[in-house]
């Protein structure tokens, strides 16, 4: 039973817009902090723009933040955008089934009503929640990309070369 | 969000066993009913001997039956089996994690408490659960293996080829 990587990795894009809220995000900041590649973090951030969860600044200096409160974002929402339709076991697919089951077992019940335990407890839990020690993550994250240390927080602009800009 | 179709088809396999128990069910009899591979069924009976939910019988006219009563074998236990070690998100494994985050996320620890409420609900459900319609299971298993048809059951040997024998 695993999440995809693709919706591990927009909880991390929400988590760092969280993170550096209201200042901007820029997708390499994501990438370069997480070693993931700027064109899955640009396909992330397009999603969950479409989806309302994130708003865009265009051009230089541009980049994301978070277009909803962190607190009213929950992760059990997030998922249910990323992972596309639950599918835990075939049947949960009529369409794609081969299971001759289908109909009448009592599997499928059982699994849906753990699925639906599973999103329970993520549709109590927010953005908020998985970014308030924030300064031990801005530490973590700063490892892979200096510019995220929490000592640079508030700092402004210009004392540093920053390989994005957006700060502001 | 998926479970492994091998978790899926050893559910099915101990449900086939609780649905004839406590005459013999032979691999050839799971992998037709479900169209699936001789050799993947073979290898999941094989870890269930092992883990003492099947006891297997050698030989010509032998098989396999549930070791265990079907009241007493939840499906939570099987799939804490099969799936092998629970990763929901990489950093349930600390060897293979990548995620700068690991020990101070708190993303971990929410998925941890939803994978856990998803186990509490399948450590209630029994294979007997599961199976308790026999009937109607056995009727569409019989779909593609005629023999499984619950008019069948009980008729003894002998009235019809059997391809795998095992009955008793």
């Known amino acids: 039973m695993k999440l995809t990587s693709y919706s591990n990795y927009a909880l991390r894009t929400l988590q760092m817009a969280a993170l550096r809220h209201p200042r901007l995000t820029t997708v390499a900041m994501v990438a370069n902090a997480h070693r993931l590649s700027n064109s899955h973090i640009t396909k992330i951030v397009h999603e969950l723009g479409q989806a309302g969860f994130l708003e865009t600044v265009r051009g230089r200096g541009g980049g994301f933040?978070?277009?909803?409160?962190?607190?009213?974002?929950?992760?059990?929402?997030?998922?249910?955008?990323?992972?596309g339709p639950i599918e835990v076991v075939e049947c949960f697919n009529p369409t794609t089934n081969t299971c001759p089951l289908f109909g009448v077992c009592r599997l499928s019940g059982a699994i849906n009503r753990a699925t639906r335990a599973f999103f329970e407890v993520l549709d109590r839990v927010t953005i908020a929640d998985i970014s308030a020690n924030r300064d031990a993550l801005l530490g973590r994250l700063a490892l892979h990309l200096p510019d995220?240390?929490?000592?640079?927080?508030?700092?402004?602009d210009g004392h540093a070369p920053r390989p994005e800009g957006g700060e502001g």
């Open 65 to 83: 933040r978070l277009a909803r409160p962190a607190g009213d974002i929950t992760v059990g929402e997030v998922l249910r955008l990323t992972e």
């Open 148 to 156: 995220l240390a929490p000592s640079a927080e508030g700092a402004g």
